[in-house]
Structures are given as C-alpha cells and as structure tokens.
C-alpha cells in the first residue's frame, strides 16, 4: 500500500474546499434567484387579482351611452299663407302706400297758348280753282285745278298765295269772282291772304 504525498494531499484538500464553496455558493443564488421569482409572482398575480375584479365591477351600464328618452317632437312650424296685417293691428305705426300717380294729361299747361287752328277755303276762277289752307297766319296751296285750255303759274311766300292763269287760245277772259283780276286777254291773277286764320282773297 503506498502512502500520499502530503502536498498532493494538501492540493486535493484545497480543490475539494472549492469544490464545496462552489457548490455552496451556486446552491445559495439558486435559493434567493428562486425565491424572489416566487415573489415577483406572487405580487403579479395580487396585482392582477386587484386590477381584474375592479374592470370585472364596472357595470355594463355604466359603458353604455345614456338612453336617449323619447321626447315628443313637435312638427314645424310651416309658414303662414295669409295676408300679412296692417302695421295698425300690430300695435305698430300706420303703413304708409304709396299715392297712386296721376295719368298723364294731353291737355297743355294753362299758361301755354293754345295752337293755331287750320282753316280750309276753295277759290273758283275762269282759269280754274284753287284751294289753300291757312294754320294762323301762314298760308299753304292745297290744289289747283285748271280749266281746259287753260295753264296756270303760282308764287308762294309764306304770307300770300299768287296763281296766274293764261288762256292757251287767246280768247279774251272774264273776272269769275270780284276778288281776281282780268286784263280781258285770256290772263287772271289771283292773290290769297290768311286774314284771321281764314284763307281769303285780296285784291
């Protein structure tokens, strides 16, 4: 039988107390390692059973929205088709309407002088007839007409009518009316005026 060296004895020994503490030390951080995951749990799970039975007392009703009760509602109002009343039934002032225009007149003003009125008058004469018109003082040829055989000239200037018949024949010519002029040798003169509005002969 051989006998131990007392070094190697000593060098076992040492690795065999490290052996221990190794062991001693890993079992120890095991034991709190695994304990305080215990408790991390633990006050989870309080925590989960304080959270869960607080949201599992909410009451359903308390999530919803407030029923909305029936009120009855009342149609609108639709607008009013009568006439609208008077200012005066309303406690307000009178209305006030426009005053009707009044028509037009034809008539002129009173201060303006009325217009002239048109006189007609015929003249007959050997050579023919004439007839002129007078609107105040201003005198106008209407028409002439002349005889057979017979030609006539006329001048007018506003304020007299001159018509000159001739005797295409030569035959000698006879006054048909006081106011014309016959020289006897197939000529009469005629002159017109307006005396008072009137067409009118002169001498």
Known sequence: ???????RGKVLAMVAAWLATVLVVGGATFV???????DVGQVSALRTVVVDPAASTTSPAATRPPASRDVPT?????????????ATEAGGPP???????????SRPPAGAAPSP?????????????????????VIRRRS???????????????????V?????DGERATAAAP?????????????????????????
Request: aromatic share 4%; proline share 10%.
């Open 117 to 137: 009125a048109t006189h007609t008058a015929s003249f007959t004469t050997a050579g023919g007839t004439v007839v002129a018109t007078c609107t105040g003082s």
């Open 1 to 7: 039988m051989t006998r131990m060296d007392p070094a």
């Open 74 to 86: 009342s149609p609108a109002p639709r607008p009013s088709t009568s006439p609208h009343p008077d």
């Open 95 to 105: 209305a006030t309407r426009p005053a009707p225009r009044p028509a037009p007149s």
């Open 32 to 38: 709190v390692v695994s304990a305080a995951g215990r």
């Open 164 to 168: 000159h018949f001739t005797r295409d």
């Open 179 to 203: 106011s014309e002029t016959s020289d006897g040798d197939g000529e009469v003169e005629l002159t017109l005026r307006c005396v008072g509005g009137v067409p009118t002969a002169v001498s």
């Open 144 to 162: 002439i007409t002349v005889r057979d055989g017979w030609r006539f000239e006329d001048e007018l200037d506003g304020e007299s009518l001159k």
